[in-house]
DNA sequence: GCTTGGCACTCCTATCCCCAGAGTGCTAAA
DNA sequence: TTTAGCACTCTGGGGATAGGAGTGCCAAGC
């Protein structure tokens, strides 16, 4: 089932109308923009041969043609030539995603840009907090009663605090204590690595164990266990979506909310296309998701450092256009990267110290 | 302009009836709901004075009677009893919002609960850091370069982070010093007199600052300075109100999400409700947002300490259920109150304690 | 004087029908 | 293999129509 260059590109220049257009192309117009002379006929002849292979389909009888989700894939497979990105919206994206803002800042401007730009929703997988990224720093403040909150930074400049509640009161004095014996002990290992020395820390020597350690530890290990299944998702723009016109129908479009709502099913997608390197584009039910049916993604994985870390996006509508949106998707990624690469601090990796 | 008792039960009944159909109500419905026993013809003519009033109006000739906004007004002024929320529901409430967990997750789990419950959207103003509220801690981190994590505290347990350039690098043991001073001088006072002291301190001792002095006054005036507008809005359950028939119209729902998006008229009407006592209702254009012309919003104030820092509420069509939504808007701003103050620690008062 | 039944009238809505327009598939000729 | 021609199909919009709901008003009744 290969496909002849002809019919190539009339399947192109037929994608290509439709999603300028939006409504079902017919030969006499394919005939027009397909640089081919040939009749309308012939075009005819042809679509019937794509119709057979499933690439195109038409909603009625006497209607044009349109592109099937395997048209599209083939289409953003081998035919489509993206065009780069303006020039100025380059250097808009670059000031927006400088360095000098807390990664938190940064992604929301990361989702809030590709929603922008591309006119649809853009949406960012925060990843939860990465085990292998290395310790910098702990706080214990005591709030009222048992309760204390814990800060701790990492490496990467993020701050996570939560607040957990003790077995009994402790003065501040026993809190800065525990704080400090933490930060000289652990600074610069990995998080991974802090988790299992906590761990064994506590069974090796809990029968000597000084107070302070103790509390250090169990404190530390409360705040680090606690880290379950928060990733967290941005979305951006989605009232953009309420101007696609196959999306007008309000079941549809609430279901679509819904899913942007629980993010449940977003959450996986995106944790999926973070496995990838480069672009990954879900086509209309690709995702698997019925709410994201009529819908198109395009995401592409950020990192940290090499470390592929989280992954954003844009959804739009299935007929959506590819050859814009993916450069402002890979160009977003590789911008972001960079900003929260060039964050990480690089002080000097002590190895643990203590005996 | 006084209203007679029987046109206050028809006027009730008929805002009653059409909140829960959702359409214009005729006087052969009247007559059966109201309980007067009168024949449809005298309902016609109370109708006729009522509509004089402009308290109810006719969608065209042969339709039914509808509230006007003002009609909605007196509904909610004087003829609306709220019922209680039901035992269950306020137990729920009451677990989700214990106080064993931080600020920002309670609030959060505010904004859920009351479109959850009221299966409308769900709003909440977070207000922007509370000049009233003591300082506790700062920690100063340096990231990669010239930048540096500030990490503020204050003793309602919020913890404000933000990344800084400072003019050069600073080693860890500086920073150390620099946020020692800080805490030891500063922990107790309030954030706005931390600002005012900063200043004097500056102008006052600058010709023999010390080294570490400057530079801590220096990354803490950065850190408090930049905290402008940055208020808040969380919106939850925005999916709901597309179930809302009143609201099915494409360009009306895509005005109202904008509104959501963009905020800022929204924090205006937060912000105003916020220095009121009790509920506020917004009916209607009385919000002066076109975007809220068909929305009713029910807000209440939440406190920290006795201060009403924030607002909460819920926001749906202006047929909405009001005499459910208003306990639940008000419980769970008390709620919310009780829990965020619970968070407050109240160590000793120190005063200023330096030279 | 208030209330009520009766009745004509208005206006909306749903439905049907019809027709123009667009595009197809097929066939026969180039 | 391509093309022109032609009959056919399907959609979508416009107009007409009928039914339904509810009103306003009037005149009679309590």
Redesign the pocket.
């Given at each position: 089932m290969q496909l002849s260059p002809?019919a190539e590109v009339l399947l192109k220049t037929l994608i290509e109308r439709y999603i300028a257009e939006g409504?079902?192309?017919?030969?006499?117009?394919?005939a027009r923009y397909a640089g081919l002379?040939?009749?309308?006929?012939?075009?005819?002849?042809v679509?019937?041969d794509l119709?057979e292979m499933g690439l195109v389909s038409?909603?009625?009888?006497?209607?044009?043609?349109v592109p099937t989700q395997r048209g599209y894939r083939l289409f953003v497979d081998t035919l489509l030539k993206v065009r780069p990105l303006d020039e100025q919206q380059v250097r808009f994206l670059k000031e927006e995603l400088s360095a000098d803002q807390d990664p938190q800042q940064l992604i929301e401007n990361a989702s809030h840009l590709l929603s922008e730009i591309s006119k649809l929703a853009g949406v960012v997988l925060v990843p939860h907090r990465d085990e292998q990224v290395r310790f910098r720093h702990i706080d214990f403040l005591s709030l009222s009663g048992r309760r204390l909150l814990v800060i701790l930074v990492t490496e990467d400049g993020r701050v996570d605090n939560r607040v957990i509640v003790a077995d009994r009161e402790y003065s501040a004095a026993e809190l800065e204590q525990a704080a400090n014996y933490f930060n000289e002990s652990y600074t610069g290992m990995l998080l991974s690595d802090v988790k299992r020395a906590l761990v064994s820390d506590m069974q090796q020597t809990s029968a000597d164990l000084q107070r302070v350690i103790e509390l250090a530890t169990t404190m530390a290990r409360r705040a680090l266990e606690t880290d379950g299944n928060d990733d967290e998702l941005l979305v951006s723009g989605e009232s953009n979506l309420m101007d696609v016109p196959e999306l007008n129908d309000i079941r549809k479009l609430r279901r679509l909310f819904e899913a942007f709502t629980a993010k449940r099913d977003l959450l996986h997608l995106l944790d999926q296309a973070m496995r990838v390197k480069g672009i990954k584009i879900f086509i209309g039910a690709e995702s698997g998701y019925e709410a994201l049916e009529d819908c198109s993604i395009v995401t592409a994985a950020y990192s940290v450092d090499q470390r592929q870390v989280g992954t954003l996006g844009v959804i739009g509508p299935t007929r959506m256009a590819y050859e814009h949106v993916i450069p402002i998707v890979d160009i977003t990624a590789r911008l972001l990267s960079a900003a929260l690469t060039a964050q990480v601090a690089q002080p000097p990796r002590l190895e643990r110290s203590r005996s």
């Open positions: 002809r409504e079902p192309v017919g030969s006499r117009t394919l002379d040939l009749s309308p006929a012939t075009i005819r002849n679509m019937v119709e038409s909603p009625h009888t006497s209607a044009g043609r």
